[in-house]
């Protein structure tokens, strides 16, 4: 089972219903509990990185994606999902994130904001699992005006041109994260999900 985890920021039956299209067992939740019996998370979301964090301090939920995702399970974080990895966020000064890589969340400069429509990914790691029988260049759907800014480096799995080379996905050990929106980017986006129902760590 796949545990959407829901605090009240994200389109999540579009992203349920894209994993049950790809065959995946997809549980929409709050509980604590789903979460630790889940074998695979899932972290959605839109909008802005403190109402996040302070909506998964209410519900006590901190604690059990960290565990989670110690204890090796494969975690997808997308879009403000990915964002809530980070250490810190530059909007509306310096607002703290999970903490679970380190780096900034930045907002794009001089540049119109939101991103929001179809742009490429360039893959930077060549065996990334999440990117099975995806061609570079292939495009993807984002709608953000934030992106992540790893101090690692090797973390980076694609990088897509927004006036900058920025951060558009990233893959460590069991901890995936994408910028884009794969339950909004049609067949590509479903392959990513695929992949990613498929995965073992």
Same mark, same amino acid.
């Given at each position: 089972?796949?545990?959407?985890?829901?605090?009240?920021?994200?389109?999540?039956?579009?992203?349920?219903?894209?994993?049950?299209?790809?065959?995946?067992?997809?549980?929409?939740?709050?509980?604590?509990?789903?979460?630790?019996?889940?074998?695979?998370?899932?972290?959605?979301?839109?909008?802005?990185?403190?109402?996040?964090?302070?909506?998964?301090?209410?519900?006590?939920?901190?604690?059990?994606?960290?565990?989670?995702?110690?204890?090796?399970?494969?975690?997808?974080? =997308?879009?403000? *999902?990915?964002?809530?990895?980070?250490?810190?966020?530059? +909007?509306?000064?310096?607002?703290? @994130? #999970?903490? &679970? $890589?380190?780096?900034?969340?930045?907002?794009?400069?001089?540049?119109?904001?939101?991103?929001?429509?179809?742009?490429?990914?360039?893959?930077?790691?060549?065996?990334?699992?999440?990117?099975?029988?995806?061609?570079?260049?292939?495009?993807?759907?984002?709608?953000?005006?934030?992106?992540?800014?790893?101090?690692?480096?090797?973390?980076?799995?694609?990088?897509?041109?927004?006036?900058?080379?920025?951060?558009?996905? =990233?893959?460590? *050990?069991?901890?995936?994260?994408?910028?884009?929106?794969? +339950?909004?980017?049609?067949?590509? @986006? #479903?392959? &990513? $999900?695929?992949?990613?129902?498929?995965?073992?760590?």
């Amino acid at each position: 089972m796949i545990a959407i985890i829901d605090y009240g920021m994200g389109n999540l039956r579009s992203v349920q219903k894209a994993f049950e299209k790809v065959g995946a067992n997809a549980l929409i939740t709050q509980n604590a509990l789903d979460i630790k019996k889940a074998e695979k998370i899932v972290l959605p979301g839109v909008g802005a990185i403190k109402p996040a964090i302070d909506k998964l301090k209410e519900l006590k939920l901190i604690t059990p994606i960290k565990e989670a995702i110690k204890e090796g399970k494969p975690f997808l974080g =997308i879009c403000l *999902g990915l964002q809530l990895l980070f250490e810190k966020s530059d +909007e509306g000064g310096d607002v703290e @994130g #999970l903490g &679970i $890589l380190k780096g900034t969340v930045r907002k794009f400069q001089s540049l119109k904001v939101p991103q929001m429509g179809w742009n490429q990914i360039q893959i930077q790691q060549k065996n990334c699992p999440l990117y099975k029988g995806i061609n570079n260049g292939s495009n993807f759907y984002f709608c953000h005006s934030y992106y992540v800014d790893p101090t690692d480096r090797k973390n980076i799995a694609t990088l897509t041109d927004y006036g900058i080379d920025f951060t558009s996905s =990233i893959a460590t *050990g069991n901890i995936f994260g994408v910028q884009f929106h794969p +339950e909004k980017s049609q067949a590509l @986006g #479903l392959k &990513i $999900l695929k992949n990613f129902t498929e995965m073992t760590v």
